[in-house]
């Protein structure tokens, strides 16, 4: 079973402080994804990265940068948190395209007060 | 968005019953995944359907995609109170090459 780890699960920021959101996985993927969702809405693509030392942009980077260090770890930083960033983060590795699925970690919960 | 508006709905039926859930999309796709989000949990991969199937089946789950149309539908029979979730579509943007998600269906079943 594919295994794809975040931390932390919760995690309450100030507005402008620096939040950083981890994302592990063994599943020995080329490819990782940040992504968040908003009640009441689908997942949308923060991120993404097609292994060690790559980041490409999503559908909706901005305020949000991201690094991948290693094949197993990719990390989303908020440099400046707002309010409306407050969502739910998830993480998931993966084939890219239609053809591959996704697993998906169980999710970050951020609030930004 | 890739998606219409009546991508986002909500359902609640009784246990036993069947049911179907729709979404269409805007672009061009090849390739539709269907996903289930339990409470509390990252989204799991349900079912893939390809533009060349028309109909893919596992087990009490039904996938269609009518590229004609630019939709896809996913029907479960014999639902069970385990089934209440949030169900997703998810198309492969040939263009962008990425995969997209629509809002879902908030499906509530009760014993």
């Known amino acids: 079973e594919a295994a794809v780890t975040q931390s932390p699960r919760n995690k309450v920021a100030v507005t402008g402080g620096k939040v950083t959101l981890s994302c592990n996985q063994t599943n020995n993927h080329n490819n990782m994804y940040w992504y968040r969702q908003d009640t009441g809405h689908g997942l949308r693509l923060i991120h993404y990265?097609?292994?060690?030392?790559?980041?490409e942009k999503g559908d909706i980077p901005d305020g949000y940068k991201a690094s991948r260090p290693s094949q197993e770890n990719f990390s989303l930083i908020l440099e400046l948190a707002t309010p409306s960033q407050t969502s739910v983060y998830f993480c998931?590795?993966?084939?890219?395209?239609?053809?591959?699925?996704?697993?998906f970690g169980a999710g970050t919960r951020l609030s930004v007060l | 968005s890739q998606w219409g508006e009546e991508n986002l709905q909500a359902l609640s039926i009784q246990e036993g019953e069947d049911v179907t859930m729709n979404c269409s999309y805007k672009?061009?796709?090849?390739?539709v995944q269907w996903y289930r989000q339990k409470s509390g949990k990252g989204p799991a991969q349900l079912i893939l359907i390809r533009s060349n199937e028309r109909e893919k089946r596992s087990g009490r789950l039904r996938a269609t995609l009518d590229t004609s149309s630019q939709s896809s539908s996913l029907s479960i029979t014999g639902t069970l109170a385990t089934d209440t979730a949030v169900y997703f579509c998810a198309s492969f943007n040939t263009n962008t090459g990425k995969l997209t998600f629509g809002d879902g269906t908030v499906l509530t079943v009760k014993p």
């Open positions: 990265s097609y292994g060690a030392g790559s980041t």
């Open positions: 998931a590795s993966g084939g890219w395209g239609g053809q591959n699925t996704l697993y």
């Open positions: 672009t061009y796709t090849t390739v």
